[in-house]
């Protein structure tokens, strides 16, 4: 089997049971830790010169069932990416006003400008997870949604967007240890949902969905990672952004250059005109 996380290349089979959510790719715990804080440096330095060269936005979408940890690794992620210039948007159930437009109404205006960076808790995906799990819309209607969000995301790298598509990958057992958690530690208890255990039930349904997904929305890949263990998790999220992003370091430095060069420029002809 591949190394974790598993990319999903364009027109691939997925099978979820296949990939192993307990996976920490052979690392040690505490090895791992380090090398996450050492990328997550290298994250923040990226997101840097992304964000000051304002040429590309960035977005992570984060996908993954109840507790699968997307709240852990936004956190996570924030230890390292600089609050100037990083959103969270979060995507619940639709309020009447964004159901009564097209399903890519609400995500559309909240998509990373150049030089940001945004992560998606949830996404547009729901649209044909817990929609199609649900029957919310019908058949027909959702069956659509696919090449949509496609030609949507295709948009988006048309126009400098950096698009990361990550699904938390965990098993039902671990699901189930995180439900009776939160029960058991008062700080967790907040998050205590029965929608949480009514979900449950359509554990298999959402395997379908996900995996209709992740196959027919493939040409941006998706990378599945592994949540059981949260601080393997932590680092191949981390790694992942750190991997996509090194490729345009160059090309950022060039720019920044040429805007101090510029600056520069601007700064001595000024000079010059004082007495
Ligand atoms: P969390 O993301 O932390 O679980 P909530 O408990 O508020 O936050 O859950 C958000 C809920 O909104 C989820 O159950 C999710 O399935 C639902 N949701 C998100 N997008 C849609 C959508 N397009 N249609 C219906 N439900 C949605």
């Known amino acids: 089997m591949a190394k974790p996380p598993y990319k999903i290349e364009p027109g691939e089979r997925v099978n979820l049971e296949d990939l192993d959510t307990g996976a920490d790719g052979g690392w040690e715990r505490d090895a791992a830790e380090a090398r996450t804080l050492e990328l997550g440096k290298e994250l923040g330095e990226l997101q840097e010169l992304l964000y000051a060269a304002g040429q590309h936005a960035l977005l992570l979408v984060l ?3 109840d507790t699968a940890g997307k709240d852990g690794t936004i956190r996570h992620l924030l230890l390292h990416l600089n609050a100037q210039g990083t ?3 979060p995507f619940k159930v639709p309020t009447p006003k964004e159901i009564a437009h097209d399903f890519l109404w609400r995500v559309h205006q909240v998509t990373p400008g150049r030089g940001e960076t945004t992560i998606f808790n949830r996404s547009h995906y729901e649209d044909v997870l817990v929609v199609r799990v649900h029957s919310l819309v019908p058949e027909d209607v959702w069956k659509l949604r696919y090449e949509a969000i496609n030609n949507f ?4 790298v048309q126009s400098n967007t950096i698009v990361v598509k990550v699904m938390l990958h965990i ?4 699901q189930e240890q995180r439900l009776l958690e939160r029960e058991q530690e008062t700080e967790k208890a907040w998050k205590l949902s029965v929608g949480d255990w009514k979900e449950r039930e359509h554990w298999d349904a959402y395997t379908k969905a996900y995996e209709a997904a992740l196959e027919r929305c493939s040409e941006i890949p998706w990378h599945v990672v592994p949540a059981d263990k949260k601080w393997f998790r932590n680092l191949a999220v981390t790694e992942l952004l750190v991997e996509t992003l090194r490729p345009y370091r160059d090309g950022w430095m060039e720019k920044l ?3 101090g060069e510029t600056a520069k420029a601007e700064l001595a002809e000024y000079r010059a005109t004082q007495p």
């Not at 995301?153 to 988006?156: F, G, I, M, Q, Y």
């Not at 098993?171 to 671990?174: C, L």
């Open 87 to 89: 959103s969270i948007a």
């Open 63 to 65: 996908q993954g069932r």
């Open 257 to 259: 250059a040429k805007l």
């Open 171 to 174: 098993s039902k057992d671990e």
């Open 153 to 156: 995301e295709r948009l988006l």
